[in-house]
Structure formats: C-alpha cells, structure tokens
C-alpha cells in the first residue's frame, strides 16, 4: 500500500490522503480507503469549487471516479 495525497489541479488545495494498492495513473478513490478527507464530501474542491470526481461503483465497492486532469498526486 502507497500513501498518496491527492491534490486539486486547479488551486493545489489537498483533497484526500488515500490509500492506493499500486503506484500508476488514479483512476478512482475507493471510499474506505481515503484516510483524510478535507472535502465536504460533495466531490468539488473545498477552496475553489471545482467538481474533481463522480460517485461510482467499482467490484461492488463505492468509489469516487476522477475526473481527468482535474487532479494531481503526490507521494
Ligand atoms: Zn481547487
């Protein structure tokens, strides 16, 4: 497990600490797996707004999809 952040693309207002199984493009954020929230669980940027994920389901489990380019990660 890598402990990634995941930051808005736009304004570089962190957005999760999340728990990814293998380093490589995010592609979603299973639910259980962020550690730290600093959304207001409405999948747009805290600070500017801006929508950065879709609620979906993967292997039956909620996740939020990203929405391309709308993200960066860091380690
Ligand atoms: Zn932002």
Known sequence: MYIIKV???KCQTLLYKYQKES?????KCYK???QEDHTN???KCPK?????????MYHR???????RG????RR
């Open 70 to 73: 709308k993200v960066y990660v």
């Open 48 to 56: 500017c707004g801006e929508s950065f994920a879709r609620d979906a």
């Open 61 to 67: 489990k909620p996740a939020n999809k990203i929405i």
């Open 41 to 43: 669980g409405d999948l």
């Open 32 to 34: 259980d797996r962020i």
């Open 23 to 27: 380093l490589g493009f995010l592609i």
């Open 7 to 9: 930051y808005c693309a």
